[in-house]
């Protein structure tokens, strides 16, 4: 079946980003004298702002208010966007490949701010008319609302939709939302086998083609 659109997660995916959330998080509980608890880190790959707001106040124990945590965090990201964007290595080609042949959205968890501020960093704004943030719908990834209201945004059925993914929640949540998945596999927390054999794999955006989306 030829897709009827395409839909990239940003952070993991695009630019290589996650690691540095995690640094940000890190950072505030080391300021504020706390341990950093077990699991944390992977739960909260592919929350939006408000749930993993929350849980640097709940679970971590931050001394503040949720939005304070939330404000502090995405202050520390966007002075990183602004000074170093890591780009993922073919993800720039990637997009204007699919551009030219499909309708494109990002559904990402990162909040409104920095998916503009990093889509135009990239150069990217006229390839993607739709972008949608997990902070926008009622659940983050794992939840499928992110993507699908991307899909709804496109006037495209979700399931006939392909989708970018690289962590463990947000290819949980494309699946959720019955998508085709591609994952390029991150260096930092590498999804379990056993999920990734329920995508197509490539070792980078660089081995991307349109042969690759065919085969779906």
């Given at each position: 079946?030829?897709?009827a659109?395409?839909i990239?997660?940003?952070d993991?995916?695009l630019i290589?980003?996650?690691?540095e ?5 890190r950072?505030l509980a080391?300021?504020a004298?706390l341990?950093w608890p077990?699991?944390?880190?992977q739960a909260m ?7 993993w707001?929350l849980?640097l106040?709940e679970v971590?124990g931050l001394?503040m208010?949720?939005e304070?945590?939330a404000?502090?965090t ?15 290595p ?5 997009v ?12 990402s ?10 889509v135009?960093a990239?150069g990217?704004?006229d ?5 949608v943030?997990t902070e926008?719908?009622?659940a983050?990834?794992?939840?499928p609302?992110?993507?699908?209201r991307?899909?709804?945004?496109l ?6 939709c392909v ?16 998508m085709k998945?591609?994952?390029?596999p991150?260096h930092?927390?590498?999804?379990a086998d056993e999920?990734?054999?329920q995508?197509?794999v ?11 989306i065919?085969?779906?």
């Amino acid at each position: 079946m030829q897709p009827a659109a395409i839909i990239f997660d940003l952070d993991g995916t695009l630019i290589d980003t996650e690691a540095e959330w995690d640094e940000v998080r890190r950072g505030l509980a080391a300021d504020a004298g706390l341990p950093w608890p077990d699991g944390s880190t992977q739960a909260m790959m592919g929350m939006s702002t408000p749930e993993w707001a929350l849980h640097l106040v709940e679970v971590v124990g931050l001394p503040m208010t949720p939005e304070d945590a939330a404000r502090l965090t995405i202050e520390h990201m966007a002075r990183r966007h602004e000074t170093d964007l890591k780009v993922l290595p073919g993800a720039v080609a990637a997009v204007r490949l699919l551009a030219q042949e499909y309708p494109m959205a990002v559904a990402s968890s990162s909040p409104r701010l920095l998916i503009e501020s990093a889509v135009h960093a990239l150069g990217l704004d006229d390839a993607f008319p739709v972008r949608v943030s997990t902070e926008e719908v009622a659940a983050g990834k794992p939840a499928p609302d992110g993507f699908l209201r991307a899909a709804e945004l496109l006037g495209v059925d979700p399931t006939r939709c392909v989708a970018f993914e690289d962590s463990t929640n947000g290819i949980k949540s494309a699946l959720n939302a019955g998508m085709k998945v591609i994952v390029v596999p991150p260096h930092f927390h590498r999804p379990a086998d056993e999920l990734l054999a329920q995508t197509r794999v490539l070792d980078s955006l660089e081995d991307l083609t349109l042969d690759v989306i065919a085969e779906l």
